[in-house]
């Protein structure tokens, strides 16, 4: 069954630092992996997704990441933090049937000036 | 109006009332889904609707109960809630099949639910 886990349910750095939030997951058939971001009081925002064209994924709001198979992993950086970054960020998995997506629990990240 | 909106934004109701959540996308997609947000736990698919047809239940309680009457809205409707359903709701939706793989959700920004 397709899974994601995030390791680290919060994260703080200092702004202008870099940014990294760990994902790991596990699937049965080639994943579609996706990162969202959800700012308080508000649904959730896409921020890139990996569909096998290019293991290193570039998104919105300057993040990226990087689809390691040997790793399973597909960890979300962004090289200097922003006071606007600091939300919950939750990354997902494509559910075998293709029907829907399986979220990880979460990382909140902080970012202090 | 854009994207996906869910109203009401927050609701409060008693363990033996009625009500309903609503929510319409107007991005064209001809699949919806109701995932359940709870603190501390991952956000739970409950339903997903494909071409207004329910292709996915998981194992959601019966005092939940969908309706998708044409591609553009989905409804929640509850009845008899427990304390423990109290969470936000957050309908999505997606073109093409039900995420397709490849194809992501848009979210709306969610009812927040409190069962007293």
């Known amino acids: 069954a397709q899974s994601v886990t995030q390791l680290g349910s919060h994260v703080s750095v200092s702004e202008g630092a870099l940014v990294l939030l760990r994902c790991n997951y596990s699937?049965?058939?080639?994943?579609?992996l996706f990162w969202y971001v959800q700012y308080p009081n508000q649904g959730l925002q896409l921020l890139l997704k990996?569909?096998?064209?290019?293991?290193l994924v570039k998104g919105i709001n300057g993040f990226e990441a990087e689809f390691k198979k040997s790793e399973t992993s597909f960890h979300l950086t962004k090289p200097s933090a922003h006071m606007s970054d600091a939300a919950e960020y939750f990354c997902a998995v494509s559910n075998q049937a293709g029907t829907a997506l399986i979220f990880g629990k979460g990382t909140t990240l902080s970012v202090s000036s | 109006e854009t994207g996906v909106t869910q109203t009401p934004r927050h609701l409060v109701m008693g363990m033996t009332n009625k009500k309903s959540l609503k929510c319409e996308q107007h991005?064209?997609?001809?699949?919806m889904y109701w995932y359940k947000q709870s603190a501390k736990k991952p956000l739970e698919l409950m339903f997903v609707?494909?071409?207004?047809?329910?292709?996915e239940n998981n194992s959601v309680p019966s005092r939940f109960s969908p309706e998708c009457p044409n591609s553009s809205h989905l409804f929640l409707h509850l009845h008899t809630l427990q304390p423990e359903d109290s969470a936000l709701y957050l309908c999505?939706?997606?073109?093409?099949?039900?995420?397709?793989?490849?194809?992501?959700?848009?979210f709306g920004q969610g009812t927040r639910l409190t069962v007293v």
């Open positions: 990996y569909t096998s064209a290019a293991t």
């Open positions: 999505a939706s997606s073109q093409d099949r039900p995420t397709g793989g490849n194809t992501e959700a848009f």
């Open positions: 609707y494909s071409l207004e047809e329910r292709v």
């Open positions: 699937s049965s058939v080639p994943p579609y």
């Open positions: 991005l064209g997609h001809n699949a």
